[in-house]
């Protein structure tokens, strides 16, 4: 059971007259489905644009701060004593503690990062990228991997480059479709879809041609404001 109360059968290459009699007895409502170009929305659906806003983000810098002596009496000033190479894998376990039997990647600790805080916290819509640096700290069974092997680890700054940017998506490029009764009438429709995220999209529908907003229904799916999903992996910073 779906729990809808009415049936609407829809079709491309419409229905026979079999189908009618079906649908008229049973009472289905049919409708034709035909693709509309910019021209044919009917004026609730003049919007010629729709912006999806999506973070982005890029490693920056990596440096890892082994430990030493006097470190139990307190966090010590910030000093590097060796930055990751720039083509470092992001996703490879570079880190491993032997005592909890775990490894892990820079990928891994900026996803980490993320729950813990707001990276992208006042970070404005279209502006350059901010470059944010996070500092975690690990026990003394942490090790880093290294050109030299294996190295202790105590703490690991990550560097960060965060921007939140556009994605246009116009009329043109979104879905037009009608839907036309066999009793007369249609409805138009028109779906603004992200290329990037595959889940955010927006939609109108109204009746063709009707200028009350009473008739408007929009629906979609997308996060109410930017800090709501994280963005993909990291991108490496070609600085």
């Known amino acids: 059971m779906i729990g809808a109360d009415h049936t609407i059968a829809v079709s491309i290459a419409g229905f026979s007259k079999d189908a009618e009699l079906v649908a008229a007895r049973t009472g289905i409502s049919l409708r034709k489905v035909s693709e509309l170009l910019v021209d044919d929305l009917g004026p609730l659906l003049d919007l010629g644009m729709v912006i999806f806003w999506h973070k982005a983000c890029a490693l920056a810098g990596a ?27 992001l996703f490879a376990a570079i880190f491993k503690d032997e005592a909890a039997d775990s490894s892990w990647s820079l990928n891994d600790v900026w996803h980490e990062v993320q729950k813990a805080l707001d990276p ?3 970070i404005e819509k279209g502006e350059p990228p901010v470059v944010r640096t996070a500092r975690i700290a690990y ?4 090790t880093v991997e290294t050109p030299d092997g294996p190295q202790p680890l105590a703490e690991l700054y990550l560097g960060m480059a965060m921007w939140i940017e556009p994605e ?23 779906e603004f879809s992200s ?13 063709a041609g009707s200028s ?28």
Request: proline share 11%; aromatic share 6%.
């Open 63 to 89: 440096g890892v701060r082994m430990p030493r002596p006097g470190d139990e009496a307190g966090p010590p000033p910030q000093r590097i004593d060796y930055h990751l190479p720039h083509d470092v894998d």
């Open 120 to 122: 992208f916290g006042e």
């Open 139 to 142: 026990p003394e069974t942490v």
């Open 168 to 190: 246009f998506v116009t009329a043109r490029d979104a879905l037009k479709v009608d839907y036309a009764s066999l009793a007369g009438g249609s409805l138009q429709r028109i």
């Open 195 to 207: 290329a990037r995220t595959h889940d955010w999209r927006l939609s109108l529908q109204a009746p």
């Open 212 to 239: 009350d907003i009473a008739d408007l229904r929009t629906g979609g799916n997308w996060p109410v404001n930017a800090s709501e999903r994280s963005p993909d992996a990291p991108e490496r910073n070609q600085d």
